[in-house]
C-alpha cells in the first residue's frame, strides 16, 4: 500500500523558515516524480513544486519561486519543502503527492494526508 | 496563464446523474484528470486520462473531454459522493505545467 506521510507544519512568523517532509512507502521511491500542493483554508488546490525521480529536474510555481525549494533523499524515501520569507497567504494545508512516472507530468496517482501550516505574528 | 473553470456548486438529488464541468480554451487537446476530495479529507484520484478509472473507482464515475469542455458524470448519485471535485490537466510547454480548476463542490440534496 502506498503511503505519504508529511510533517513539519507548524505556526511560523512572516518573514520566517520552515522544512516540510514527506515520507513514503509502499512503492519505488526513486521510480517516481514527487509534487507539492496546497490548499488555502477554504480554498482550491494549488501547485506548488515537483521534483523528478532522480532530483535531477524540480519546476516551481510563480508563487513561491525563489522563496521555496524542493528536494529529495533517495536513500531515506522522503522528500522536503524549504519555505523561507514566508508570507501570511503561505498559511494552508501542504500536501505530498506521488506523480505517475519518474518525470514530472499527468497525474498525482497517491496523496499524503496534508500538514498544516500557519504564518501568523 | 492557463486556467481551467468550474462552477462552483452542483447540486443533485441521490439516485440522479450529476454533471460536473471544466471549461477552457482547446481543453479537448489535453488529458484531463479529476480529483475527488471529502470534507476534511485528501484528495483521491477518481479519473485519468478523461475517462480511466483507477482501481477502486467505481464504474458510476466517468468522463468525457472535448471542444471546451471536459465532463465527469456520476450516475445513480449517492450520499457518499458528496465531495469537492477538481479536474487538472498537465501541459508540458508551459513553465507552470500543473494546473487544477478551481473546483466543484457537489452536495447530495
Known amino acids: 500500500e502506498v503511503q505519504l506521510l508529511e510533517s513539519g507544519g507548524g505556526r511560523v512568523q512572516p518573514g520566517g523558515s520552515l522544512r516540510l517532509s514527506c515520507v513514503a512507502s509502499?512503492?519505488?521511491?526513486?521510480?517516481?516524480?514527487l509534487t507539492w500542493v496546497r490548499q488555502a483554508p477554504g480554498q482550491g488546490l494549488e501547485w506548488l513544486s515537483t521534483?523528478?525521480?532522480?532530483?535531477?529536474?524540480?519546476y516551481d510555481a510563480d508563487s513561491v519561486k525563489g522563496r521555496f525549494t524542493i528536494s529529495r533523499d533517495n536513500f531515506k524515501n522522503r522528500i522536503y519543502l524549504q519555505m523561507t520569507n514566508m508570507r501570511v497567504d503561505d498559511t494552508a494545508i501542504y500536501y505530498c503527492?506521488?506523480?505517475?512516472?519518474?518525470?514530472?507530468?499527468?497525474?498525482?496517482?497517491?496523496w499524503g494526508q496534508g500538514t498544516l501550516v500557519t504564518v501568523s505574528s | 496563464s492557463y486556467v481551467l473553470t468550474q462552477p462552483p456548486s452542483v447540486s443533485v438529488a441521490p439516485g440522479k446523474t450529476a454533471t460536473l464541468t471544466c471549461e477552457s480554451h482547446?481543453?479537448?487537446?489535453?488529458?484531463v484528470h479529476w480529483y475527488q476530495q471529502r470534507t476534511g479529507q485528501a484528495p483521491a484520484l477518481v479519473i485519468r486520462?478523461?475517462?480511466g478509472r483507477p482501481a477502486g473507482i467505481p464504474d458510476r464515475f466517468s468522463g468525457s473531454n472535448s471542444g471546451n469542455t471536459a465532463t465527469l458524470t456520476i450516475s445513480r448519485v449517492e450520499a457518499g459522493d458528496e465531495a469537492d471535485y477538481y479536474c487538472?490537466?498537465?501541459?508540458?510547454?508551459?513553465?507552470?505545467?500543473?494546473?487544477f480548476g478551481g473546483g466543484t463542490k457537489l452536495t447530495v440534496l
Open positions: 503527492a506521488k506523480d505517475l512516472g519518474a518525470a514530472a507530468g499527468d497525474y498525482l496517482e497517491n
Open positions: 509502499g512503492f519505488t521511491f526513486d521510480d517516481h516524480a
Open positions: 521534483i523528478s525521480a532522480t532530483g535531477v529536474s524540480t
Open positions: 482547446n481543453i479537448g487537446t489535453k488529458s
Open positions: 486520462y478523461d475517462n
Open positions: 487538472q490537466v498537465w501541459d508540458s510547454t508551459r513553465s507552470q505545467p500543473w494546473v
